[in-house]
Nanobody, 119 residues
Framework: QVQLVESGGGLVQAGGSLRLSCVASGRTFRSYAMGWFRQTPGKERELVTRITASGGSTYYVDSVKGRFTISRDNAKNTVYLQMSSLKPEDTAVYYC????????????WGQGTQVTVSS
């Protein structure tokens, strides 16, 4: 089992940048694929990006390609989401999640961190 804690959210102007961090407990972090999801009120949670356990492969939803970068440091039990050129439509609660399989499902979730992008 793994516990996840996100940080780094906040208020930023359009065009700005933020870096989210997600720290995992336990010694098996390197065994998990990791994903970042986001959710806005009234909408389903959306997969934004994911990374394999080794960090060798990544996936991005089309709307963030070229703007967001996922990375991980297995020595620090941490996965990052670098967000640049932020848009108001990126406003959401961002969650990190862990899965034993690249394709999911994701049984382990953090509590979420709010990202608000003002126009």
């Amino acid at each position: 089992q793994v516990q996840l804690v996100e940080s780094g959210g906040g208020l930023v102007q359009a065009g700005g940048s933020l870096r989210l961090s997600c720290v995992a407990s336990g010694r098996t972090f390197r065994s998990y694929a990791m994903g970042w999801f986001r959710q806005t009120p009234g909408k389903e949670r959306e997969l934004v990006t994911r990374i394999t356990a080794s960090g060798g492969s990544t996936y991005y939803v089309d709307s963030v390609k070229g703007r967001f970068t996922i990375s991980r440091d297995n020595a620090k039990n941490t996965v990052y989401l670098q967000m640049s050129s932020l848009k108001p439509e990126d406003t959401a609660v961002y969650y990190c999640a862990a899965a034993l399989s690249w394709a999911g499902p994701y049984p382990y979730w953090g509590q979420g961190t709010q990202v608000t992008v003002s126009s």
